[in-house]
């Protein structure tokens, strides 16, 4: 497989360089600026001498230019990177803040939750976005993109995950360039008139016109939240039972507007739009027509950040069928990401729908073309079968990894789900679009309403038919960051070997199975002299952990609201079991006392020193006489605690030059480390 020699790849894969290297080391814009116009400067000049004797130094040229791009543009798309970043004029105090809406999210339990950018701080000119939150008892009207409002508040910092292994949130924002959150209530802001509008907020107004349209067809609560994730992007009203029936049947890539819809429309299109070649200019006219139906497409479900991607890569598979050359697909595919990430925003690297679309296509392109060789079946019904079968599998291969990273999981039974559903993909979103364009004329009859919802229910249907099929779905499985490069490795070498044996290309392969397996020992081997004593943060709970090996024992009271925290720490830490016991008011652990006082407030004289003193369910006690009577080294108070009993403690802990850690502030907090 000689992946290399196309340039566009490896301009794509310096780009990708770059982007990592301005990711993690921050350069800045002046350095990265000033570095790619000197490396622009030096390629142009080698190319204007144009000797043959320098195309060595002609290629390492374009390396660090295209490695300097790639800083450059993850540094522009950096906000804070930015003189006039609201986080340079903010401090302990409200403030006045002009904000416009970018993105609407999905509510959680309490509260609305919004993406706005950041106009103005006070009188001074700012940038930058911000998280809001609005809740859901206050809310008068749900905010919409374009909205322009001003509020009066003092911005939070997203905090970090406060126990071990637990998502991250704070992480997930800052790829979205976002890293405070402003609360709003009913008394804090107001929203303004004459707003100036964007293509973003007309689509999304033209969106949410057509969900009201749709709203008052007789269609069922599941299958119209099914139809708004499918044809408009819209994915808030599922619920969660049918969310998870579609994760666990490997089937959840259908409910997001993605690369899957837009390569079926693009079919279907150029199948429909074939007649326009027998005009003057027709192939030409038959592009810029199919290009305005993808778009068109992209603007009706609201120019979500994975629609435009995915249109984006379409139409240069689109331009290069023009060209009658569809069979360079890496090409294509290469120049794509390259435009996508170099232009649009370098950020998408980092997050997984891009890293999975894009797994997933390479994975079609490089592997589909193996199963057929494979077998090729006679009979036009078993060929038609095995050729989705094989694109599912690929798919599926191409994406594994990046699931088991992210997920931990693996639906056995994806296969089954892609051979009922995505042979009728094509019907139902043509047959949805139809739908859709009848609704804003008001003429959408009832009888399709009717058929067009028992197909979605039947397609729901079959989804947890396969989901309910629990043996085939393979949960809890740990994979790490370098298990995931190497397992890529492995694949890439075995696509090497099938395309061209040879000893040096086997010889890798085997190291690389050979590193796999050592690296799978080490953590073995880690985890099992491991010992660790944790307490965990959670609201109205307090939760001691003991990792000892390969067994985690969590002492709590209620132990169905610490199972999440267990299954999380488990899979990371490739835990063989997991007990619970009732959580005791004092412990001895290597050599160091933990006392825990609870709600009760009771404790008695010692004869040994405590080392430290766990405050739960904000106990009625003189902080000052406790500590004069037992002599603690560190304080510690968990999440199920009142605010202003922290406080307290916090300010006579201060007072008394005694460390103190809040959990729900600094984390949970390590006891014990001893790998």
């Known amino acids: 497989m000689q992946l290399f020699r196309f340039i566009p790849v490896k301009l794509t894969i310096y780009l990708i360089l770059g982007i990592l290297l301005g990711h993690y080391l921050h350069f800045g814009i002046i350095i990265s600026s000033t570095l790619t116009v000197f490396f622009l400067a030096v390629l142009g000049w080698i190319f204007i001498r144009n000797k043959r004797k320098e195309a060595h130094l002609f290629a390492i040229m374009v390396f660090l230019t295209t490695i300097s791009l790639g800083v450059l543009s993850i540094s522009l798309a950096t906000p804070e990177n930015y003189d006039d970043h609201y986080s340079y004029r903010i401090s302990g105090y409200d403030v006045k803040w002009r904000l416009k809406i970018l993105e609407v999210m999905k509510p959680t339990t309490f509260s609305a939750r919004y993406i706005a950018e950041v106009h103005r701080l006070e009188n001074h000119r700012a940038s930058g976005k911000v998280l809001l939150s609005l809740p859901k008892d206050t809310a008068v009207s749900p905010f919409e993109v374009d909205d322009e409002l001003i509020s009066f508040g003092q911005a939070e910092e997203i905090g970090p995950a406060l126990n071990p292994h637990q998502f991250d949130y704070k992480n997930y924002l800052k790829n979205l360039g976002i890293s405070h959150q402003l609360r709003l209530n009913n008394s804090n802001y107001i929203v303004l008139k004459n707003q100036s509008p964007t293509l973003y907020g007309v689509a999304a107004s033209f969106r949410n016109k057509i969900i009201s349209k749709l709203k008052t067809s007789d269609f069922g609560n599941e299958e119209l939240a099914i139809i708004q994730a499918l044809l408009l992007g819209q994915r808030h009203d599922i619920s969660v039972e049918t969310y998870n029936n579609y994760k666990n049947a490997g089937a959840v890539h259908i409910l997001a507007v993605s690369g899957l819809h837009i390569g079926i429309l693009l079919f279907l299109l150029q199948f429909l739009l074939r007649p326009l070649e027998y005009l003057p200019k027709g192939k030409t006219i038959k592009l810029i027509v199919t290009l305005l139906l993808l778009?068109?497409?992209a603007f009706l479900a609201g120019l979500s950040a994975s629609i435009v991607r995915a249109v984006t890569m379409f139409t240069f598979v689109a331009y290069a069928l023009f060209l009658n050359r569809p069979g360079n697909t890496f090409n294509i595919l290469a120049l794509s990401m390259f435009f996508i990430l170099l232009v649009y925003d370098p950020k998408l690297l980092f997050q997984v729908g891009f890293q999975m679309s894009y797994a997933a296509v390479f994975a079609i392109v490089r592997i589909y073309p193996l199963f057929q060789k494979l077998w090729h079946p006679k009979n036009w019904f078993t060929r038609k079968v095995w050729q989705l079968l094989s694109v599912s599998i690929a798919a599926q291969l191409g994406v594994l990894p990046i699931g088991l990273y992210y997920f931990h999981q693996f639906p056995g039974l994806f296969f089954v789900s892609n051979l009922l559903i995505v042979p009728f993909l094509g019907l139902i979103l043509g047959l949805g679009i139809l739908v859709i364009l009848l609704s804003l004329f008001n003429i959408l009859p009832d009888a399709l309403v009717k058929?067009?919802?028992?197909?979605?229910?039947?397609?729901?249907?079959?989804?947890?038919?396969?989901?309910?099929?629990?043996?085939?779905?393979?949960?809890?499985?740990?994979?790490?960051?370098?298990?995931?490069?190497?397992?890529?490795?492995?694949?890439?070498?075995?696509?090497?070997?099938?395309?061209?044996?040879?000893?040096?290309?086997?010889?890798?392969?085997?190291?690389?199975?050979?590193?796999?397996?050592?690296?799978?020992?080490?953590?073995?081997?880690?985890?099992?002299?491991?010992?660790?004593?944790?307490?965990?943060?959670?609201?109205?709970?307090?939760?001691?952990?003991?990792?000892?090996?390969?067994?985690?024992?969590?002492?709590?009271?209620?132990?169905?609201?610490?199972?999440?925290?267990?299954?999380?720490?488990?899979?990371?830490?490739?835990?063989?079991?997991?007990?619970?016991?009732?959580?005791?008011?004092?412990?001895?652990?290597?050599?160091?006392?933990?006392?825990?006082?609870?709600?009760?407030?009771?404790?008695?004289?010692?004869?040994?020193?405590?080392?430290?003193?766990?405050?739960?369910?904000?106990?009625?006690?003189?902080?000052?006489?406790?500590?004069?009577?037992?002599?603690?080294?560190?304080?510690?108070?968990?999440?199920?605690?009142?605010?202003?009993?922290?406080e307290r403690w916090r300010t006579t802990c201060k007072k008394r030059r005694l460390p103190f850690h809040y959990t729900g502030e600094k984390g949970a907090y390590y006891f014990i480390d001893i790998p």
């Open 295 to 297: 778009w068109g497409f």
């Open 451 to 646: 058929i067009y919802d028992f197909a979605i229910g039947s397609m729901n249907k079959v989804v947890e038919w396969v989901a309910q099929r629990e043996a085939f779905i393979f949960k809890d499985i740990s994979f790490d960051h370098v298990q995931l490069l190497l397992v890529y490795a492995i694949m890439f070498y075995l696509l090497m070997i099938s395309t061209k044996v040879s000893f040096k290309r086997a010889a890798t392969l085997l190291a690389l199975v050979i590193g796999f397996q050592l690296w799978m020992l080490r953590t073995s081997h880690r985890t099992a002299r491991t010992t660790k004593l944790i307490l965990a943060h959670q609201t109205r709970n307090s939760v001691l952990m003991h990792h000892n090996g390969n067994r985690l024992t969590l002492m709590t009271n209620k132990k169905n609201e610490a199972a999440r925290l267990a299954a999380d720490y488990k899979v990371a830490e490739r835990i063989d079991s997991v007990g619970y016991q009732e959580l005791k008011n004092s412990y001895s652990f290597r050599g160091n006392n933990l006392l825990i006082i609870d709600s009760l407030g009771v404790y008695g004289p010692t004869s040994e020193p405590m080392d430290y003193i766990v405050l739960t369910e904000s106990p009625k006690i003189n902080l000052e006489r406790l500590i004069d009577s037992l002599h603690p080294k560190s304080l510690i108070a968990d999440g199920s605690n009142y605010k202003s009993d922290i």
